[in-house]
């Protein structure tokens, strides 16, 4: 099976410009999350999705937003870029099965690195 | 909230010498137990898991992991490292009982730096 991929690998991007990045799950994977890492705050859950839904959102402002598409492949975007923006972006799908359980494996996509100037 | 500890930022080890990667978690009920690495540029790639059943779990490339809930530990080990284990680690944890707020949510710890010398 091929893995999750994330496109674009990079990008670089100014400051107040929005930006879109897309994930596509392991095949047949229905729940995508997002993780935000930094040097500094490390790896941050930002939301998590599955069939389309949003079941869970952490704790990021309202400028960074997502969706899923009946195909399983999610898009997050960040409108209005600070600074502060500039880091590796990972998305991860899992089978999203019954909680608690192997179905709740996270595999991770090689991430895109986004530059705020 | 649940929170995972790696207390060692950077390790640094002879190759062919043993490995032992710390983890602490906490949380209130019994968790499910993830090792990641991730090496310079790339994404995580999961080393193990653990879920419930032996507390003794075997991974990829050799790491095996042991879960003490008396210690809340979860600390990663390998018997002889490679100069290809040069990476960062993580360790992550997730609820065992989903739903509401913690729906594919992992919690990761910040994160060892391993430097293998040859």
């Known amino acids: 099976k091929a893995g999750v991929t994330q496109t674009p690998r990079y990008l670089i991007k100014t400051r107040g410009q929005q930006v879109t990045l897309s994930c596509s799950p392991i095949?047949?994977?229905?729940?995508v999350s997002w993780y935000q890492q930094t040097p500094g705050q490390g790896l941050q859950f930002l939301f998590e999705?599955?069939?389309?839904?949003?079941?869970n959102k952490g704790n990021f402002p309202g400028r960074f937003s997502g969706r899923q598409f009946s195909n399983s492949r999610s898009e997050m975007n960040v409108s209005t870029l600070e600074l502060g923006d500039s880091a590796l972006y990972l998305c991860?799908?899992?089978?999203?099965?019954?909680?608690?359980?192997?179905?709740?494996?996270?595999?991770f996509g090689p991430g895109t690195r986004l530059t705020v100037l | 909230a649940q929170s995972v500890t790696q207390p060692d930022i950077h390790i640094t080890v002879s190759e062919g010498a043993s490995l032992e990667l710390r983890c602490n978690y906490s949380?209130?009920?019994?968790?499910?137990l993830f090792w990641y690495v991730q090496s310079p540029g790339q994404g995580l790639q999961l080393l193990l898991k653990?879920?419930?059943?032996?507390?003794l779990v075997q991974g990829i490339k050799g790491f095996e992991a042991e879960f003490k809930r008396s210690q809340s530990s979860f600390n990663l080990r390998k018997p002889s490292v490679h100069w290809s284990d040069a990476a960062e680690y993580f360790c992550?944890?997730?609820?065992?009982?989903?739903?509401?707020?913690?729906?594919?949510?992992?919690?990761f710890g910040q994160g060892t730096i391993l430097t293998v010398h040859p």
């Open positions: 991860a799908s899992s089978p999203g099965g019954t909680s608690g359980t192997s179905t709740d494996t996270q595999y």
């Open positions: 095949s047949g994977h229905r729940s």
């Open positions: 999705y599955f069939s389309e839904t949003q079941r």
């Open positions: 949380y209130g009920a019994t968790p499910y």
């Open positions: 653990y879920f419930s059943g032996d507390t």
């Open positions: 992550a944890v997730g609820p065992s009982n989903a739903g509401g707020t913690s729906y594919g949510k992992l919690t």
